[in-house]
């Protein structure tokens, strides 16, 4: 049988609406059948996402999405069909944690200046045990009418370079590749295209990824053109990656829905192929 999948989403253990159990259950509405839950730099919600799928008969997957920094530019890694209980892992992100409340320490101190206040306690009240992220402010700026819309957040304040900017140091790319593959995942390129580098510094960047030990790159997003699948092939081609596929869901009812995916290209590897 044909598993439907999605690898890449997000619950409320860091910046999606749902809990990890809402999250399976729309999962299963719109007949996705391999799950993999991807929270900002936690495992929090792994173990209900888990019993939850387990409840709706679907195939779960362990996941992650890892901050890094590679040459001083973030780049987000998906960490796939892990070990859970796997120190590595669960060691390494630690200091990724601690960086995220760091940084919304800094974050909310920056607004201040700006005459912004309230920010730290919304965020954290918002955030709960998971993880706070740039969104949580986006939402607190919107919801306060210090911006006209969550992404006149990041324009205005929270985008790099901005006001309210926190450039942030985050695991080195080599090492968030090691803990995967320490923990028997599987390291997989978030939204190559999202990060806007000319094809050069995409080669250089999927040479270094590959010799760290990556082995996939999401061709297919919930936001791919055509164009994009195409182009995110070729570079899965060129680097012998496999091929993911995840919608980067967050909040129901906005742009990306759950599962809502152009299926791969044929004429290459899918990365579940190494599960
Ligand atoms: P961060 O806390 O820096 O990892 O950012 C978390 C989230 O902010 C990402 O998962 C995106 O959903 C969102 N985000 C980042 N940059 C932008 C942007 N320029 N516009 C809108 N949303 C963004
Ligand atoms: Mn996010
Ligand atoms: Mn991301
Ligand atoms: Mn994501």
């Given at each position: 049988m044909n598993l439907r999948y999605d690898l890449h989403c997000h619950s409320t253990a860091s910046d999606?609406?749902?809990?990890p159990s809402e999250l399976v259950k729309r999962a299963k509405a719109k007949n996705v059948t391999a799950l993999a839950l991807t929270d900002h730099d936690t495992l929090k919600g792994q173990q209900e996402a888990k019993i939850a799928a387990e409840n709706n008969q679907i195939n779960y997957i362990s996941g992650i999405e890892l901050s890094t920094t590679w040459e001083r530019k973030c780049f987000h890694i998906v960490g796939l069909?892990?070990?859970?209980?796997?120190v590595a892992l669960s060691s390494g992100i630690e200091k990724l944690q601690i960086q995220r409340k760091q940084r919304a320490e800094r974050i909310s101190a920056l607004l201040e200046k700006k005459g912004i206040s309230g920010a730290y306690q919304f965020v954290t009240e918002q955030a709960g045990e998971g993880m706070i992220t740039r969104s949580h402010f986006a939402d607190f700026l919107f919801q306060h009418q210090h911006v006209k819309s969550r992404q006149d957040a990041f324009d205005k304040y929270l985008g790099a370079g901005k006001s309210a900017f926190v450039n942030t140091i985050w695991a080195d790319l080599h090492d968030a590749v090691g803990w995967i593959q320490a923990a028997g995942g599987v390291a997989v390129v978030a939204h190559p295209l999202r990060y806007k580098l000319t094809a050069s510094w995409m080669r250089r960047f999927l040479a270094a990824f590959k010799e760290s030990g990556g082995q996939a790159i999401e061709v297919v997003t919930g936001r791919s053109s055509v164009e994009d699948i195409r182009v995110s092939m070729n570079y899965a081609k060129k680097f012998e990656l496999t091929a993911s596929l995840g919608s980067d869901f967050h909040v129901p009812d906005q742009w990306v829905e759950l599962g809502r995916l152009a299926p791969l290209p044929e004429n290459i590897q899918p990365v579940w192929e190494l599960f």
């Open positions: 999606g609406a749902l809990t069909n892990f070990d859970l209980e796997a």
